[in-house]
């Protein structure tokens, strides 16, 4: 402190500032460990239900898996479109922390820009993939239509961006795209922790019944893939390194981010690990057989 007038000095508030950065850094290494539990399950998911291992498989490729006749060009084209953005899914969903280790990256160089070329590749073909089962049969609605067609140019966009910017040796660029292009993979993953975690918190308040679609429907298309893009952005500029909050709103922040990584790990647990989840109880059915 100032002996004259109680301001906190330089090295006071430094050491004040001490225990919220080390909160923060839990709080962020729990998202990170949460994300990479969460999406291996998806990825699982995706595989096993993909492949026939589960009980039910996916309803939009059923007859290309099960080798039933496909009479018209739309049913060949949506069923090839929406397979291919299943598989390339999958491998977008697993190949993530092999891309984002500072360690291969750093020390295997080889193997970070073959991992980075797959993974391009299948972003770009995962976005193919679901156009054309769009074009040839639609979402579930035309407003859901509208939503993921937009979701999936992004993802193509960031993509070939990526690409692009590795090949021509503009690696800050480069890294942008990349962290654009995970971000639009996480919105495959948060469209249903957050369906889950909206009714179970709130009952379903503004979702439709039956065909209906209700105010939170309509939200839900771009809450899973836009709030992405704003988080990739501050971390693409570096906020996170040097955040401008005032002291007083430090703590309460921080007390906000613990309410979300909270809702976060109840939804990744709801859907991932239980009877009543979308993946969890196909993933359980695998695991006991």
Do not use: C
């Not at 979701?151 to 990349?178: C, E, I, N, P, T």
């Not at 836009?226 to 952005?233: D, F, G």
């Amino acid at each position: 402190m100032n002996a004259g007038n109680g301001v906190p000095t330089g090295r006071a508030r430094a050491r004040e500032a001490i225990p919220a950065a080390r909160a923060l850094r839990r709080v962020g290494r729990f998202f990170h460990f949460a994300a990479l539990a969460g999406l291996a399950a998806f990825g699982a998911y995706i595989v096993a239900r993909a492949s026939g291992a589960t009980s039910r498989n996916f309803d939009q490729w059923h007859l290309l898996v099960a080798g039933l006749p496909m009479p018209t060009a739309a049913d060949w084209i949506a069923n090839l479109g929406i397979g291919m953005h299943f598989a390339m899914g999958a491998i977008l969903v697993l190949a993530w922390p092999i891309l984002f280790s500072a360690t291969i990256r750093a020390r295997h160089r080889a193997v970070h820009r073959w991992t980075g070329r797959v993974y391009v590749g299948a972003g770009f073909l995962a976005g193919v993939g679901g156009m054309s089962f769009i074009l040839a049969h639609g979402a579930y609605a035309p407003p859901a239509s509208v939503a993921f067609a937009i979701w999936g140019a992004l993802l193509m966009l960031s993509a070939v961006m990526a690409y692009l910017h590795a090949r021509g040796r503009r690696f800050q660029q480069h890294r942008a795209w990349a962290i654009r292009l995970f971000a639009m993979v996480l919105g495959s993953w948060l469209f249903d922790l957050e369906i889950r975690a909206w009714n179970d918190l709130t009952g379903g308040i503004g979702v439709g019944e039956g065909n209906t679609f209700g105010p939170f429907d309509h939200a839900i298309l771009y809450l899973f893939f836009v709030p992405n893009l704003l988080v990739a952005e501050f971390f693409i500029r570096d906020w996170h390194r040097h955040p401008a909050l005032a002291r007083t709103l430090k703590w309460p922040a921080l007390a906000a981010l613990v309410a979300a990584g909270s809702v976060f790990a109840y939804a990744i647990l709801a859907v991932s690990a239980t009877q009543g989840g979308k993946s969890g109880r196909h993933l359980l059915q695998l695991v006991s057989g």
